[in-house]
């Protein structure tokens, strides 16, 4: 993965292509299809996908997406001969929450024909819908098919893939879910030109991450494509997506429960998380938090002689280019609270990626790698966010 | 298993010791520990299960246990070394339900110091408190260390092993939950002395079914040590425990995902869930519509010739030695709609376990072995339900 800067096309030519990134996750491996105009072309793709047909489906959307992209994706499944319905529910991560899951639990349980063990439950929208539909199909009797058609960025390139599913609990986000692969996810690049570009922006906010811990060339494409990708050039972004896919996928299949390498994919997460929480959810997007959280991680790198100045430059050059923030200036509407080292540091222990009290950190190692820290201590957090304050 | 009569000893004899049966899923493998006064040793027991030790543990109960044992279960865990915190909830069927679900998951995730991937969640109950307490570690931080220590002899011989957990929707029982196996089963038979008889008597209901699937040996067992069983007698319960265990063990080991042998322990069941379901949560226990529906399910078996008529009577001889009603006219409480045809035929195909409208059917197959039909006809399951008037 990391020499693979020769295989990486620097231009964006012959990039319209629908392209196929297998998860190798053994029996419950599944491929995630990228390309253009794909949500008319979505229930034939289910019917590719099991001999026996599945009995029903349920679309799970929130009330942001549903409008724009349901009636579609309905007919497209209805076409392929399967009974669907869509339940909707009100947009944002504030709805992310036990009593959401309950009451779409139950009006999916109340569908007639009712949901067997044959039925299918699909996800349409971003991070939070995923999420949500994804944790119903695992627990609705007991786990249920899954297919995922993400509509953000962020989803596309990260949450969609990993079977990482959830809803956010009073005392942290993500504190609530269960690990259950999809069958399918299904990437239609099209489906971006609606998104606002403050979540574009957040998602090349990930993109960023994967490149830096594991495919250096990738960030010379995303510096090289910047404008292209801030304008939602559909050819360009499903470039981006597959290659951060693809990503995803060696490691997610490399560590499907997180024990390790996984691990890894929280580079800028341990601060970013923390920024999010003491900003209150929707202070700041899940991308420019983790850049942040990356500029930051980066200082604590560069001070342990781990990456140069020059690699750290480059990051927040990088960032700055995608309309990322690098310093607390760049978000002037953050609270304050959210940029407070003894606010942050308290939050950062209550994680539940903290074990017994000690606080991890990923690191970048030299150009496109990282590694995981257990030992950062208080004064290097504290030089880490003092950066921040540009 | 099904040519073991000569390894079970008809007598009571030897039977005070502590037994391990276990349970074989490869990395998911755990022991069921069967034995008397094992409470104050389970502190110990926990220490040994791991080599890091747990951070804290949560002890998930209910109302009716709570006041019994849970002050002994934490003081045994504390003892250990380890921080421990009692959470209960309303004893019933009637709270094993998404409110309640939500409710334990955010009082766990409030807890300080603070629920973590290294932390155990304990359930001490029976099958309600079972299904909870390991939905909820199976749902914490997407899965944490769960241990059952059971309190009920239908949680002893059936629920506590296997993994299954979940929720009642308000469509019906156990549709919404997941997969997730122990780290270990404590068995303490001497915590049956506090049960009801009625609540004994559903357990041996359980243990007739195991007997009659899979070891006609347990069958001769049962009949003989009817009295001592009925009178909670702990060795001979213990005896019985572990058998019924080591019964289901094997199933569930050969099966874990329920998607063939499994199966066979919903023998009963078809007509039992419906049975439960139109009489309404608390009109009639599990073992007793088990029991009416295993009767129910002979009778398609002899029909079919898959059993003699001698067969069919002694499976409701013993069901009535121990207790367990064999006619409707044995439960005069049971509302009527709970007895009508054309309603439990109804509820049967809604049932989860019902795929595309066929009602399936676990019947007996000769002495000890049983097999899934997925053929019976609405004639069949008429001629069934007649036997029940008796």
Redesign the interface.
């Known amino acids: 993965m990391k020499n693979s800067r020769a295989k990486w096309s620097s231009t964006a030519k012959n990039m319209n292509v629908t392209k196929i990134i297998p998860v190798s996750l053994g029996r419950r491996s599944y491929d995630v299809t990228v390309g253009l105009d794909l949500l008319d072309d979505v229930g034939s793709r289910l019917a590719a996908l099991r001999p026996e047909r599945f ?1 029903n489906v349920g679309i799970v959307t929130d009330s942001h997406v549903g409008p724009l992209y349901a009636a579609a994706l309905l007919a497209s499944v209805r076409k392929a001969g399967l009974a669907a319905t869509v339940v909707e529910f009100p947009a944002g991560e504030q709805n992310k929450n ?2 959401t ?2 009451s779409l ?2 009006r999916l ?2 569908l007639r024909p ?1 949901i ?3 039925s299918l439950l699909m996800g349409l929208g971003g991070g939070v819908v995923g999420d949500m539909a994804g944790f119903l199909a ?6 249920i098919d899954f297919v995922n058609v993400p509509t953000t960025l962020l989803a596309d390139v990260d949450a969609s893939t990993g079977g ?3 809803v956010d ?4 986000k ?6 259950h692969q999809p069958r399918a996810v299904l990437v239609d690049a099209t489906l971006l030109k609606s998104l606002p570009t403050e979540q574009l922006v957040s998602g090349l906010g990930e993109c960023v991450k994967h490149a830096i811990i594991r495919d250096q060339a990738a960030l010379d494409f995303l510096e090289q494509h910047a404008s292209a990708l801030l304008s939602a050039d559909g050819a360009t972004l499903a470039e981006v997506i597959a290659r951060n896919v693809a990503i995803k996928a060696a490691i997610v299949s490399a560590d499907e429960r997180e024990s390790g390498t996984r691990a890894l994919l929280n580079f800028g997460h341990t601060i970013g998380h923390a920024v999010e929480t003491a900003g209150g959810y929707g202070a700041v997007s899940h991308g420019q938090a983790v850049a942040l959280g990356m500029v930051a991680a980066c200082r604590i790198a560069l001070r342990r002689g781990l990456i140069t100045a020059e690699h750290e430059a480059r990051v927040t050059r990088t960032l700055a280019l995608l309309h990322l923030p690098t310093r607390w200036a760049d978000l002037p509407a953050l609270p304050s609270q959210a940029k407070d080292a003894a606010t942050l540091k308290g939050i950062m222990l ?1 994680d ?5 009290g000690v606080v991890r950190f990923v690191l970048p190692v030299g150009l496109g790698d990282a590694a995981l820290f257990a030992d950062v201590n208080t004064e290097e957090v504290d030089a880490a966010l003092a950066v921040l304050q540009g």
Chains 1, 2 share one sequence.
């Not at 609990?169 to 942290?172: D, I, L």
């Not at 993500?174 to 690990?179: D, M, Q, T, Y």
């Not at 539940?352 to 017994?356: R, T």
């Open positions: 009995s036990l009593t899951y309950a639990a139950e349980l109340a009712a067997d063990r044959r695992a627990t609705l009797l007991r786990g990482k599913t959830g609990s009073q005392a942290g993500n504190l609530i879910g269960a690990f209550h539940k990626k903290a074990l017994a």
